[in-house]
């Protein structure tokens, strides 16, 4: 099985930071990795998908980047409506969420 | 726009089954696959399973093999999991999410399905 390992646990950070968020895979999963976003009592939303493709409707401070077994999320300038949990998910060989990122205001 | 409605609240006690809902509107639930995702109380999510509802074809994660049944009826457009010998250790909220636009795997969800497990 595939194993995802996110980091950093816990983020916090000021309105208009840039924010990197980061998930490593056990093994090569090629691009097949998304992100959501999860905020308190709310199903998780799609950010990204397949690395770097923005979800329909996402706002562009978000992207996504990597391969193989290394990849990143983005927030160019940190907005409030950002503080959430946010989790990786590898479809390339079944499902594996990370374990998620709690992101709160400094 | 598509809407994935599940079923309410649920306890159970140990030792016994639930079973959850998941209907969709605005959407063919044969041309998709629905995923099944759990999370415990301040956890991370745990995906359980998937099913084909045109064929009734279903995967698991290998700890959920024993524990969750999957099935479709596709003349109501809904999906089902069915949780057995319940312990205190399946107190989660479940969700049911599925592919619809062509971006990811899961891009839309259920609004979860909170699960408590008491006697």
């Known amino acids: 099985d595939i194993q995802m390992t996110q980091s950093p646990s816990f983020l916090s950070a000021s309105v208009g930071d840039r924010v990197t968020i980061n998930c490593k895979a056990s093994q090569n999963i090629n691009k097949y990795l998304d992100w959501y976003q999860q905020k308190l009592g709310e199903a998780p939303k799609l950010l990204i998908y397949n690395t770097n493709s923005l979800h329909t409707g996402i706002p562009s401070r978000f992207s996504g980047s990597g391969s193989g077994t290394d990849f990143t999320l983005t927030i160019s300038s940190l907005q409030p409506e950002d503080v959430a949990t946010y989790f990786c998910l590898q479809h390339n060989s079944g499902y594996t969420f990370g374990a998620g990122t709690k992101l709160e205001l400094k | 726009e598509v809407q994935l409605q599940q079923s309410g609240a649920e306890l159970g006690k140990p030792g016994t089954s639930v079973k959850l809902s998941c209907k969709v509107s605005?959407?063919?639930?044969?041309?998709?696959?629905m995923h099944w995702v759990n999370q415990r109380p301040g956890k991370g999510l745990e995906w359980i399973g998937r099913i084909d509802p045109a064929n009734g074809n279903t995967i698991y994660a290998e700890k959920f093999k024993s524990k969750a049944t999957l099935t479709a009826d596709t003349s109501s457009n809904t999906a089902y999991m069915q949780l057995s010998q319940l312990k205190s250790d399946d107190t989660a909220i479940y969700f049911c999410?599925?592919?619809?636009?062509?971006?990811?795997?899961?891009?839309?969800w259920g609004q979860g399905a909170s699960v408590t497990v008491s006697s």
């Open positions: 605005g959407y063919n639930i044969r041309n998709t696959y």
């Open positions: 999410a599925m592919p619809y636009s062509g971006a990811g795997v899961m891009d839309a």
